[in-house]
């Protein structure tokens, strides 16, 4: 299965929820927002989003700038 | 009476607001926030590595300051108004700078996608400041659309070059009623100065500071110059004339009169 993580395609041999793939990525998820195929989803939703074959994820976090 | 902003139902004090990017370090920008007590501060969004360990910049702006998150990387009205949905979801509240920029060499706005971005994110309820090239009628049109302020650029951002777009923005400064803030390119504090003699009623900075050999002491100076233009302008400054006119009596005291 393969699916797209903040423009990049990757392959994942096993489903995963979102709640999971943080873990994976070993990010803090007080820190980020994720978006799920153009949807925000709300962290309390994270481990009922399962990813999918073709899914699109946007995985973002608040940096400086101007 | 303190001379306050009125900015997005806000009652704004400081008139410098204050980027974020840049800094050498987070620690570096919290004093140089604590030392110069902006309202208002931007952030921007980005996609986050796998394993990033980065610190969370938030936990480094003062909680007084309201976050105003950017657009930045935005190439048309659509990925503007996501990165406002997303910038929401991460906590940055409803204010939002719009900047939309598709041209890579000067970074300047779009701004027909802005104008879209705008509608589309005011009647949101979002409190929207579109960064813009100064032009009095797309100014009008973002006014109409809902803007609270416009932010016209007075040089490329990041070039530190002053305000190269005087003329264009003394005219929305006289002609658009909602509030206009010098947004990119001022490198020094004279810069900032002379838009606030201009009427602006704010500028935002961020490389001139940020990259500052001591960020703290030129957030200050910005403070400082910003402070002193405002009250040039509310004093009422002299108009520009081609002559002298003496300040001194020109009466020859110590000459005899002659007939």
């Known amino acids: ?66 | 009476m303190e001379d306050l902003l009125t900015l997005g139902g806000c009652s704004i004090k400081s008139r410098l607001l204050i980027g974020t990017g840049k800094f050498s370090s987070y620690p570096l920008m919290k004093k140089t926030l604590e030392a110069a007590q902006p309202d208002i501060v931007t952030v921007a969004l980005r996609r986050v590595d796998a394993g990033s360990n980065a610190d969370n910049i938030l936990e480094y702006i003062p909680k007084a300051c309201i976050l105003m998150a950017n657009t930045s990387g935005a190439r048309n009205a659509g990925e503007a108004v996501r990165i406002a949905h997303l910038a929401k979801a991460s906590g940055s509240g409803d204010w939002i700078k719009i900047e939309v920029v598709q041209d890579n060499k000067y970074l300047l706005p779009d701004n027909l996608e802005t104008l879209k971005a705008v509608e589309i994110l005011a009647k949101e309820r979002f409190i929207v400041l579109p960064y813009m090239s100064p032009d009095l009628s797309m100014a009008k049109r973002m006014a109409d659309a809902g803007a609270a302020a416009v932010m016209p650029l007075g040089a490329p951002i990041g070039s530190n070059r002053g305000v190269k777009t005087r003329e264009l923005v003394e005219i929305l400064v006289r002609e658009i009623k909602i509030p206009v803030i010098v947004d990119a390119g001022l490198g020094s504090p004279s810069d900032a100065c002379e838009c606030m003699e201009m009427g602006c009623a704010a500028v935002l900075v961020n490389t001139a500071i940020a990259i500052a050999r001591d960020p703290v002491t030129m957030a200050k100076a910005f403070k400082d110059a910003v402070s002193a233009g405002r009250a040039a302008f509310l004093a009422g400054l002299a108009s520009l004339g081609s002559e002298a006119s003496a300040s001194s009596p020109l009466t020859g005291f110590l000459r005899n009169e002659t007939h």
């Not at chain 1, 096993?14 to 978006?35: F, H, Q, S, T, Y």
């Open chain 1, 1 to 66: 299965m393969i699916f797209t993580l903040n423009g990049k395609q990757e392959s994942l041999e096993r489903p995963l929820n979102l709640d999971a793939l943080v873990a994976a990525k070993g990010l803090c998820p007080d820190k980020i927002v994720i978006e799920h195929n153009f949807n925000i989803i709300s962290k309390e939703d994270w481990a009922k989003i399962v990813l999918k074959d073709q899914d699109m994820i946007e995985i973002i976090s608040f940096v400086g700038g101007g």
